[in-house]
């Protein structure tokens, strides 16, 4: 069979991976073409500068097959030479403390997804944990208002509801909620509700389907034929053009990373998260989603869903990139 991906656009909109030349040469082989890769969670404004300057080595020990995407031209050279685009994002905007200017700083480095919050309260806005949602705050809206200027993408998607909205509302540029499924799917704190949906794409916003068991239906033994007929029930809903894929997809960490990625350094008890069997592990991927060249495996199901090619193909990769098209710096 040839290879589908092998003249298209392919990229996923979010992993979380402890990387490595296994790791690269996985979705290097299995034909991706940029991924948005969290560099960040918790760690304060020099953890953060030193995080991207571990992505710089890792970019230079693997610049045969990897490089650095700072727009879309970038990704599209990528693709001619034949390497995969990597796009820095933060899952938190904890980096920026209560610091306006490092916003530009950040971006001068390569950063170009941000979120607002993971899960809780920020100086910025309100975290999907949190009892009740602040919203956006003033520095949230100065912040959002930066991020703007720049064309550094506003990511909503550990936000709580009202400041999804609110952020959808304030930013004069589209919003991403780069991983999470909508809550018809999996009733979970992290899935989206119509409402913010609709108004999410009603200012050309964009959603990054998720693979993270818990985001799933039935989780790690979600079916691949559930997560198509997902999608298709959702581009009924919201369109096509609105769609991609951000798997969140996390590999090759021992198990008390995922411990840290929901304490932090926030809390001395033990926060479990979404786990109702209060687990301190991973968990399991669906089998049809283990690595991240098994994104094959939803084109598969596309096809076997009736779903045509060319729709498949821009929610594999053509949507997100024209998304970042319109909204990079």
């Known amino acids: ?96 403390a209560n610091d306006i200017f490092l916003v530009e700083k950040f971006f001068s480095k390569g950063l170009r997804f941000m979120q ?25 809206h100065a912040v959002i208002e930066e991020m703007n200027r720049l064309g550094m993408i506003i990511d909503l998607s550990h936000a709580g509801k009202k400041t999804c909205l609110e952020a959808i509302k304030v930013s004069s540029r589209p919003v991403a909620i780069s991983h999470a499924n909508p809550l018809f799917f999996h009733n979970s ?23 993270y068991p818990y985001h799933l239906k039935n989780h790690g033994d979600c079916k691949l034929e559930d997560f198509c007929e997902m999608i298709n029930q959702l581009v009924n809903m919201i369109g096509i053009e609105h769609i991609g894929i951000g798997s969140d997809l996390c590999k090759n960490w021992n198990d008390d990373v995922v411990l840290w990625m929901r304490n932090g350094k926030w809390t001395k008890k033990t926060d479990y998260g979404e786990s109702k069997t209060k687990s301190s592990s991973w968990p399991k991927q669906p089998s049809w989603f283990e690595k991240g060249s098994d994104i094959i495996n939803i084109y598969k199901g596309l096809i076997k869903s009736g779903m045509k090619e060319n729709n498949i193909n821009k929610i594999l990769g053509y949507n997100w990139l024209n998304f970042m098209k319109q909204n990079f710096g």
């Open 116 to 140: 607002l919050t993971y899960n809780n309260q920020t100086a910025l806005a309100g975290g999907c944990y949190e009892p009740n949602d602040s919203g956006v705050s003033r520095f949230g």
């Open 1 to 96: 069979m040839k290879n589908p991906f092998k003249d298209n656009i392919i990229i996923d909109g979010l992993q979380y991976c402890n990387w490595n030349r296994n790791l690269f040469e996985d979705v290097w082989k299995g034909g991706l073409t940029a991924i948005h890769v969290t560099t960040v969670y918790w760690e304060n404004t020099k953890e953060s500068f030193n995080k991207l300057k571990e992505w710089e080595s890792l970019l230079l020990q693997n610049n045969d097959i990897i490089c650095h995407a700072k727009n879309t031209q970038d990704i599209l050279q990528a693709k001619k030479n034949n390497k995969v685009a990597i796009i820095f994002g933060f899952q938190n905007s904890a980096p920026i």
């Open 189 to 211: 704190i992290r899935n989206i509700d119509e409402e913010v949906l609709k108004a999410l794409v009603k200012k050309d916003g964009f959603i990054g389907l998720s693979l």
